[in-house]
């Protein structure tokens, strides 16, 4: 009987903070994505989420095994030795008083890589890695004031992960910008280029990152793409988000049915870490997202061509299902997702960071 796919999902809620993650392996024992990060420091408000997609295809040779003679590739190592690189990196510099900057991160990450098994292979190439991975996260505080509390958020990323901000007016918005050289997220769905900055041990890396200020209440997430890169728009991620959160009942449920849901789309493995501040209680966060969810699934679900998915449009009860012809399927598809992303577009990049040629 075949084994099913690891996975695992973890909450907290406690007054005005909830805080969940999910992680699941596509292969069991062989996913390359690291379990999320989520810390929240209550003395300092200091906060982190981050998530780790060790890259495969740069670093598929093993480099490390196991007592029990599992052998691990230089990305699976990677990932989990980047992940314990940022959980120091929080608690000893972003919450001791100490300026949270990117290139510190960046420090704490080389010399933790260093140390970390390494394997030198006589096959060399452009696109070969010593333990490489992405990273995503959001480090954030919150600034108590006269009035509302306000956010302090600084995006810190390398690779092809996400970060982003969601809210009930302007719904998901990207904080991060892909180290690839196509950045259109809809076209990142039909093409996979390779990255051009990631972390790893054998070459310089940089950490990116930027300051931004929201008012609360206030949910970030980080996500693999095994989370965003299986949809059909990039509008589909918020919609997964929001639908299962209208059918939860607590976060609990709210992880497990994003958990469901992430497994029965994605050809991956797929984690994220999610942290929604400022609310009073589950029901208000239902609440406060259940207009947008109405308004998504209206401007970008039930718009889907039929036959697509078993969310595609539906012509209600009792009336007949257009005579669509399947071979006309891809066509309809391709001019659906450029309509809804040239609408979606312009609310998802409100934050996404300028390309580095435009930063010159």
Not at 10 to 29: F, I, M, Y
Not at 232 to 260: C, G, M, S, V
Not at 287 to 304: H, I, K, M, N, P
């Amino acid at each position: 009987m075949p084994r099913r796919p690891p996975q695992r999902i973890w909450c907290e809620h406690r007054g005005g903070l909830l805080a969940l993650s999910v992680w699941t392996e596509r292969v069991p024992d062989r996913g390359e994505d690291a379990e999320p990060f989520v810390a929240h420091h209550v003395e300092s408000g200091h906060g982190l989420l981050a998530v780790f997609d060790g890259s495969g295809g740069a670093g598929a040779a093993p480099v490390w095994q196991a007592a029990d003679g599992t052998q691990r590739t230089s990305a699976w190592v990677g990932a989990r030795v980047a992940r314990l690189a940022t959980d120091c990196w929080f608690r000893e510099v972003a919450t001791g008083g100490e300026p949270a900057a990117p290139n510190s991160l960046r420090e704490y990450l080389q010399y933790f890589l260093s140390a970390a098994p390494q394997r030198r292979s006589k096959i060399g190439g452009t696109m070969r890695r010593q333990l490489p991975t992405t990273l995503a996260g959001v480090h954030y505080r919150v600034v108590p004031t006269e009035g509302d509390a306000r956010l302090e958020l600084q995006p810190l990323w390398a690779g092809d992960s996400r970060a982003y901000v969601l809210g009930p007016e302007n719904g998901l918005q990207v904080l991060t910008r892909d180290h690839t050289r196509e950045s259109d997220a809809l076209e990142l769905l039909r093409s996979d280029p390779p990255m051009t900055n990631l972390v790893c041990a054998d070459r310089d890396f940089t950490i990116d990152s930027r300051r931004l200020t929201f008012p609360l209440p206030c949910v970030l997430v980080a996500a693999t793409d095994g989370f965003f890169g299986y949809v059909h728009t990039p509008a589909d991620f918020e919609w997964l988000l929001l639908h299962t959160l209208r059918h939860a009942r607590n976060a609990d449920e709210w992880a497990d049915l994003i958990r469901r849901e992430v497994q029965g789309r994605t050809a991956d493995d797929a984690s994220l870490a999610l942290v929604a501040l400022g609310h009073h209680g589950f029901e208000e966060l239902k609440a406060r997202f259940a207009g947008r969810l109405e308004d998504v699934t209206e401007r970008y679900v039930r718009s889907r061509p039929r036959g697509l998915d078993r969310h595609s449009a539906d012509p209600g009860p009792g009336l007949p299902a257009p005579a669509d012809d399947p071979a006309t399927l891809p066509a309809r598809v391709r001019a659906w997702q450029d309509a809804t992303w040239h609408t979606y577009r312009a609310g998802y990049e409100t934050h996404l960071p300028p390309a580095p040629e435009e930063r010159a």
